[in-house]
């Protein structure tokens, strides 16, 4: 057993594999295998994992709920870190949540709710974990993770310590945060929600499933929205789109200052476009589908032409909500 391997073990025991095919732990179900994969059902194993690729000098990934990402098919030649600490805690008297990192979103929101705490019911239409959505300050249907968080816990890889970070520090804006910059692990996170009556927040719960339900594709091999939504500061940042569809863009756009990625998916007529087994979903532009057969690289390949139409059109440059596990670093 090689001297990696063997301290892999001495953390995890049997939880480590090698040559993990990463299609088994992605919703895409697509991607080659990991050379090392393993599985921390703590804070504290999800450290030691970390410090153990440093220390190795072995590049690291942490894979939450798989949702989000797009793996290479030639693989990851380093370690994944799944992270399946997800233990929740609630104070119903104080109206505190602690989630673990590795928590399901919609388990969290589904927990509170049952509480009779409101302010994650929006959650349960997530597919992904607390430590995802914190890192990408993820939300739909009205709400962002940052509304009701107030602090995390992280592990500092450069710092090689563990720390509590406020969320002011976190610098959370749409579908961004600090993390994204920093070599920051999330361990757990805390909310601080409000007293409502049980039926209230367990009928907001139901409410928000039926959205989901309606406007997204169901059971599909999917990674969820595929873009950002495009945000500007002045509408002369849209001179361009403005030219192309006049008074088309709906007036709370403008006010929003956020035009939806899917609206200008749709407006090109690129539902329903493939490459390969990969597909522009019918229901909504701004969600990218496998058949089952689709290749990473076709899905790649698929969100690449997505990006060029945008901005061919538009002059609108569109990033990518996916994350890129295995591909080379531009």
């Given at each position: 057993?090689?001297?990696?391997l063997?301290k892999?073990?001495?953390i995890?025991?049997n939880?480590?594999?090698?040559?993990?095919?990463l299609?088994?732990?992605?919703h895409?179900?697509t991607g080659g295998?990991?050379?090392?994969?393993?599985?921390?059902?703590?804070?504290?194993?999800i450290?030691?994992?970390?410090k153990?690729?440093v220390?190795h000098?072995?590049?690291?990934v942490?894979?939450?709920?798989?949702?989000?990402?797009?793996?290479?098919d030639?693989?990851?030649?380093?370690?994944?870190i799944?992270?399946?600490?997800?233990?929740i805690?609630?104070?119903?008297?104080?109206?505190r949540?602690v989630?673990?990192?590795?928590?399901?979103?919609?388990?969290?929101a589904?927990?509170?709710?049952?509480?009779?705490?409101?302010?994650?019911?929006w959650?349960?239409s997530?597919p992904?974990?607390?430590?995802g959505?914190?890192?990408?300050?993820?939300?739909?249907?009205g709400?962002?993770?940052?509304?009701h968080?107030?602090?995390?816990?992280?592990?500092?890889?450069?710092e090689?310590?563990?720390?509590?970070?406020?969320?002011r520090?976190?610098?959370?804006?749409?579908?961004?945060s600090k993390?994204?910059?920093?070599?920051?692990?999330?361990?757990?996170?805390?909310f601080?929600?409000?007293?409502?009556?049980?039926?209230?927040?367990?009928?907001r719960?139901?409410?928000?499933l039926?959205?989901?339900?309606?406007?997204?594709?169901?059971?599909?091999?999917?990674?969820?929205?595929?873009?950002?939504?495009?945000?500007?500061?002045?509408?002369?940042?849209?001179?361009?789109l403005?030219?192309?569809v006049?008074?088309a863009?709906?007036?709370?756009?403008?006010?929003?200052?956020?035009?939806?990625?899917?609206?200008?998916?749709?407006?090109?007529?690129?539902k329903?476009t493939?490459?390969?087994?990969?597909?522009?979903?019918?229901?909504?532009?701004?969600?990218?589908?496998?058949?089952?057969?689709?290749?990473?690289?076709?899905?790649?390949?698929?969100?690449?032409?997505l990006?060029?139409r945008?901005?061919?059109?538009?002059?609108i440059?569109?990033?990518?909500?996916?994350?890129?596990?295995?591909?080379?670093?531009?």
């Open positions: 057993m090689n001297p990696f063997q892999l073990s001495g995890v025991g939880d480590v594999k090698v040559d993990e095919p299609m088994l732990h992605t895409f179900k295998p990991a050379k090392y994969l393993a599985v921390a059902e703590t804070a504290e194993e450290v030691e994992l970390v153990a690729a220390e000098h072995v590049d690291w942490i894979l939450g709920g798989g949702t989000n990402v797009l793996a290479n030639k693989g990851f030649d380093g370690l994944i799944k992270a399946a600490n997800r233990a805690e609630i104070d119903e008297s104080t109206g949540g989630a673990q990192a590795g928590a399901l979103s919609s388990a969290v589904r927990k509170t709710a049952d509480a009779g705490l409101t302010g994650l019911e959650a349960i997530l992904g974990t607390i430590g959505a914190v890192r990408g300050n993820a939300g739909c249907f709400g962002e993770t940052k509304d968080l107030m602090d995390i816990e992280v592990f500092d890889a450069e090689e310590r563990v720390k509590r970070v406020s969320k520090a976190l610098q959370m804006s749409y579908r961004d993390i994204k910059r920093r070599p920051w692990v999330v361990l757990s996170a805390v601080q929600l409000e007293r409502a009556d049980r039926e209230v927040t367990n009928r719960i139901e409410e928000v039926k959205c989901r339900l309606a406007s997204q594709p169901k059971n599909a091999k999917c990674a969820g929205c595929a873009f950002k939504n495009f945000e500007f500061e002045n509408e002369s940042e849209l001179e361009k403005k030219e192309t006049g008074d863009i709906p007036p709370h756009f403008l006010e929003q200052k956020r035009i939806p990625a899917g609206w200008l998916i749709d407006r090109l007529d690129l329903g493939c490459i390969g087994g990969a597909c522009v979903n019918q229901a909504h532009g701004n969600f990218v589908t496998s058949d089952g057969t689709a290749t990473s690289d076709q899905i790649a390949e698929l969100l690449a032409l990006k060029t945008v901005r061919n059109a538009y002059g440059q569109l990033h990518e909500e996916i994350q890129y596990i295995g591909f080379p670093r531009s």
